[in-house]
């Protein structure tokens, strides 16, 4: 039973990608990602303090009482939420205007809460730092697929990390397919991909 | 009862350590998030509010003490006269506080634009107060003496649809705006001047 630092790392990547087969935090993952800029930053952000949130819990799983570790969990969760808050005000404030509400919403987001129950509560600090980092990474990689896919379709264009340069692809006569914007278009994606995803899977 | 006070003093703990970090964390990052603020989301209103002025009120601005609080004026030339000033004020929105620049012709106490900058509206609803100039155009050219009010509440502001709070929010920061104004108008004409 007893997996390898290096299973619980990769497990993030495929076997429990999120949101993919991990079906959490779907609430950022359809609304950040209508450019590829804010799909990387949301990705990033919550990355970070899945990985904090996880190693600190995992040092302090024993001393956390049984029946208040719920709130403890969200004292933790919420501090490294509004540090990262701070520091993307601080550093990247463009991003963070983009972003807006969705930074603080980190905080209730289910995959970060539920991997400090279901996991760095129970498990050691290695094994719950590589299962933050790889379910982070997986995160973000779904993200950016999402918002990739969303993007070019959507709006024609490809806004390029960091430098939020928007590169338009097609030329001037592209029609935009609106909907892929839109909420509605995040559902079909998600639900398109979660399929390719899954047929993958049966073979 | 034992048991009890072990878990408030846990949380006890744990609630400071984490007060504490936020406390280190936002004095670290305070003086960079004013500058990014100016540079991001004061500059583009200000200048889209002080559009044809010859100077650049970014780098044209004061300071007046308004009681215990610090203020910065940001100064616009037009026609090559020194007569407009914009600051910004906070109003209470749905969100949160919506901050508002207020530019206020000095000569004949009309305003001359208002711009949203800072806000934690409802995407799609309030955030409209921003991205569409619907509200914002309203106040153009009114006197700052009106009482700036929306419809809904006796005045001549008209809501943006779904966002009543939001614009009731944006109202009250030109009345207190209005009102910083009225105070400190001596001192800023001192300043303007000289």
Not at chain 1, 33 to 42: A, D, H
Not at chain 2, 69 to 81: C, I
Request: charge should be positive; glycine fraction near 10%.
């Amino acid at each position: 039973m007893a997996k390898t630092v290096v299973q619980e790392f990769t497990k993030g990547l495929w076997a429990e990608i999120p949101p993919f087969r991990l079906v959490l935090g779907l609430c950022p993952t359809l609304a950040v990602t209508k450019t590829v800029e804010n799909g990387v930053g949301m990705g990033i952000a919550t990355t970070f303090v899945l990985v904090c949130s996880n190693i600190l819990i995992s040092l302090l799983r024993n001393v956390i009482p049984k029946n208040v570790r719920i709130a403890c969990f969200i004292v933790v969760i919420a501090t490294f939420v509004i540090v990262v808050e701070l520091v993307m005000q601080a550093f990247a404030y463009p991003l963070f205007l983009k972003l807006g509400i969705f930074i603080p919403l980190i905080v209730v987001n289910c995959i970060v809460l539920g991997r400090a129950e279901a996991f760095a509560a129970k498990n050691g600090v290695v094994s719950s730092f590589a299962d933050g980092l790889g379910i982070g990474i997986g995160f973000t990689l779904s993200l950016t697929a999402l918002s990739i896919f969303r993007e070019v379709l959507g709006s024609g264009t490809f806004t390029v990390p960091i430098t939020s340069v928007s590169i338009p692809l097609f030329g001037p006569s592209f029609q935009p397919f609106n909907f892929l914007i839109e909420a509605p278009g995040a559902f079909v994606c998600l639900g398109l991909m979660l399929c390719i995803m899954n047929m993958l899977g049966k073979k | 009862m034992r048991e009890m006070i072990r878990l408030f003093i846990v949380i006890l703990l744990f609630s400071c350590v984490s007060g504490g970090l936020l406390a280190v964390v936002r004095s670290g990052t305070q003086e960079r998030i004013e500058y990014q603020q100016l540079k991001f989301v004061k500059g583009p209103t200000i200048k889209q509010i002080m559009e044809g002025c010859s100077n650049d009120p970014l780098s044209d601005r004061f300071k007046i003490m308004d009681g215990d609080k610090e203020r910065s004026f940001f100064v616009g030339e037009f026609d090559g006269k020194r007569s407009v000033v914009a600051f910004e004020s906070y109003g209470k929105g749905f969100g949160g506080d919506i901050g508002v620049i207020v530019a206020i012709n000095v000569e004949t106490d009309e305003i001359v634009g208002i711009g949203v900058t800072t806000h934690s509206e409802t995407p799609g609803l309030g955030s409209r107060a921003k991205s569409e100039p619907g509200l914002s155009e309203q106040f153009k050219g009114l006197s700052i003496k009106e009482p700036f009010k929306v419809t809904a509440d006796g005045g001549k502001i008209d809501a943006i649809s779904g966002a009543t709070m939001t614009s009731r929010g944006v109202c009250g920061a030109v009345v207190i705006s209005a009102g910083i104004y009225d105070r400190l108008k001596n001192e800023i004409l001192k300043k303007i001047k000289a």
